[in-house]
């Protein structure tokens, strides 16, 4: 509650000095339909705020700032409770299409929704996988553009530190098997398993010297861009330290877990190159998107290559003052077999997702989302409805709803079904 308050004071005293300045307050609570433990963070009732100002000193040069912090009155984890995060900030340089920024920052390259082979250089906060958000770090952002050519260079000095969910939060698997990367090994979960997250390790020096480049040119009626990459890994190896009873060795392996699981993180370097083709034709987009990446380094305990292919079919309808957007995409990924802990990358194996945005009027939007995965034919559904009233005021509504075998990464959350509501006021 306090970094929210310092804040909106924060905000008081530079509109004071004329700075440009927006944001957002915003109220959310709910939680799980059926709560998993006691000593789990299975409700929601929060405070949230955004502010994002710039100052202008010159015709070309300006400050800008983002901060954003969030208090949650029902959390059980102490450092989760409030957070606070400096989005941005930093001193630009803009003459034209020339931008030079020093300070805080994040680069974000479009490319397909839900899930991005193009972002690459990115640090997040999961502490709310369904809310996550982007991390900023400290180097260099410089953004060009000639004609239909435009590029950009990024050059980070220290990357930060990707946010996991804490030892109380139910986005731990806290259901019968615990994911791995590996058909050949399953690992069995007790009842009331818990968790503890130990100190990260990093290889290589994964957080330093982080850098980014990417091209793109837009033609008549597609745009086309590449990027390349070097630095930290976006997800770290999550490496589970636990005592195990042999259930079955063959033909497949089998292990009950004892209480609790120690997971580790561990950080890593790698080099990536990704590209993006994006082709519109009238109301139709079409999208594809894909990445190589290659871990860093000569530990025993890294990924093997991956590569990871999107693409999409987006077509938006006009009809009586109305617009409906239908999206449908298609994912799949290429790894080698390996042993590990496996939540994220699992479900990026051919795997589909299709989605509707309907706007009846400018006061209320209709969104569905639904993602499944071939494999085990587990899923996700997210409904969310929107009002916007009083021009600045929006009440909203969402859903979470997951099915699906137990030995799958969605499956997993199976007891994680949730509703919310929330009221955000934007100034």
Not at 83 to 92: H, I, N
Not at 346 to 359: D, I, M, P, V
């Given at each position: 509650?306090?970094?929210?308050?310092?804040?909106?004071?924060?905000?008081?005293?530079?509109?004071?000095?004329?700075?440009?300045?927006?944001?957002?307050?915003?109220?959310?609570?709910?939680?799980?339909?059926?709560?998993?433990?006691?000593?789990?963070?299975?409700?929601?009732?929060?405070l949230e705020g955004e502010y994002v100002g710039q100052l202008e000193f010159s015709k070309v040069f300006r400050v800008n700032a983002t901060l954003w912090g969030q208090s949650d009155f029902l959390e059980k984890s102490e450092t989760s409770k409030e957070q606070f995060a400096v989005?941005?900030?930093?001193?630009?340089?803009?003459?034209?299409?020339?931008?030079?920024?020093?300070?805080?920052?994040?680069?974000?390259?479009?490319?397909?929704?839900?899930?991005?082979?193009?972002?690459?250089?990115?640090?997040?906060?999961?502490?709310?996988?369904?809310?996550?958000?982007?991390?900023?770090?400290?180097?260099?952002?410089?953004?060009?553009?000639?004609?239909?050519?435009?590029w950009d260079a990024t050059y980070l000095f220290q990357q930060s530190t990707p946010l996991l969910p804490e030892e109380e939060s139910?986005?731990?698997?806290?259901?019968?098997?615990?994911?791995?990367e590996s058909d050949q090994?399953?690992?069995?979960?007790?009842?009331?398993?818990?968790?503890?997250?130990?100190?990260?390790?990093?290889?290589?020096?994964?957080?330093?010297?982080?850098?980014?480049?990417?091209?793109?040119?837009?033609?008549?009626?597609?745009?086309?861009?590449?990027?390349?990459?070097?630095?930290?890994?976006p997800l770290p190896i999550l490496s589970p330290l636990v005592n195990v009873a042999p259930i079955q060795i063959y033909p497949k392996e089998i292990?009950?877990?004892?209480?609790?699981?120690?997971?580790?993180?561990?950080?890593?370097?790698?080099?990536?190159?990704?590209?993006?083709?994006?082709?519109?034709l009238g109301d139709t987009i079409i999208r594809f998107s894909t990445n190589h990446v290659q871990p860093l380094g000569d530990?025993?305990?890294?990924?093997?290559?991956?590569?990871?292919?999107?693409?999409?079919?987006?077509r938006s309808f006009y009809f009586?003052?109305?617009?409906?957007?239908?999206?449908?995409?298609?994912?799949?990924?290429?790894r080698p077999d390996a042993q590990g802990l496996s939540i994220l990358t699992s479900l990026y194996e051919k795997s589909y997702f299709t989605g509707l945005r309907w706007a009846p009027n400018e006061n209320w939007t209709v969104m569905l989302a639904f993602f499944q995965e071939t494999k085990f034919h587990s899923y996700f559904f997210r409904p969310e409805i929107n009002w916007r009233f009083e021009e600045n005021w929006n009440l909203g509504l969402e859903g979470y709803f997951f099915e699906g075998s137990e030995e799958s990464g969605l499956g997993t959350y199976n007891k994680n079904d949730a509703g919310y509501i929330s009221l955000k006021r934007s100034f």
């Amino acid at each position: 509650m306090k970094l929210l308050l310092q804040i909106l004071l924060l905000t008081t005293a530079l509109k004071a000095f004329g700075l440009e300045s927006s944001g957002y307050l915003q109220s959310r609570g709910g939680g799980l339909f059926t709560p998993p433990l006691t000593d789990v963070t299975s409700q929601t009732l929060n405070l949230e705020g955004e502010y994002v100002g710039q100052l202008e000193f010159s015709k070309v040069f300006r400050v800008n700032a983002t901060l954003w912090g969030q208090s949650d009155f029902l959390e059980k984890s102490e450092t989760s409770k409030e957070q606070f995060a400096v989005d941005e900030l930093t001193l630009s340089y803009q003459k034209i299409a020339r931008r030079l920024k020093l300070g805080y920052s994040y680069r974000s390259w479009e490319g397909t929704d839900v899930i991005n082979p193009m972002n690459l250089l990115s640090s997040d906060n999961y502490r709310d996988p369904m809310h996550s958000r982007k991390q900023s770090g400290y180097g260099v952002f410089y953004d060009d553009a000639i004609g239909n050519w435009e590029w950009d260079a990024t050059y980070l000095f220290q990357q930060s530190t990707p946010l996991l969910p804490e030892e109380e939060s139910p986005w731990w698997p806290r259901n019968l098997y615990l994911p791995t990367e590996s058909d050949q090994l399953s690992l069995q979960i007790p009842e009331n398993m818990r968790y503890r997250i130990l100190d990260r390790e990093v290889l290589d020096h994964a957080f330093e010297n982080n850098w980014a480049l990417r091209i793109q040119h837009h033609f008549d009626d597609f745009d086309l861009a590449v990027g390349a990459m070097e630095g930290l890994s976006p997800l770290p190896i999550l490496s589970p330290l636990v005592n195990v009873a042999p259930i079955q060795i063959y033909p497949k392996e089998i292990y009950r877990l004892q209480s609790p699981i120690e997971i580790k993180p561990i950080f890593y370097r790698q080099r990536a190159v990704a590209g993006k083709l994006v082709w519109t034709l009238g109301d139709t987009i079409i999208r594809f998107s894909t990445n190589h990446v290659q871990p860093l380094g000569d530990d025993t305990r890294l990924p093997g290559w991956s590569d990871l292919y999107v693409i999409a079919l987006e077509r938006s309808f006009y009809f009586s003052g109305q617009m409906l957007t239908l999206l449908a995409q298609y994912m799949d990924s290429r790894r080698p077999d390996a042993q590990g802990l496996s939540i994220l990358t699992s479900l990026y194996e051919k795997s589909y997702f299709t989605g509707l945005r309907w706007a009846p009027n400018e006061n209320w939007t209709v969104m569905l989302a639904f993602f499944q995965e071939t494999k085990f034919h587990s899923y996700f559904f997210r409904p969310e409805i929107n009002w916007r009233f009083e021009e600045n005021w929006n009440l909203g509504l969402e859903g979470y709803f997951f099915e699906g075998s137990e030995e799958s990464g969605l499956g997993t959350y199976n007891k994680n079904d949730a509703g919310y509501i929330s009221l955000k006021r934007s100034f």
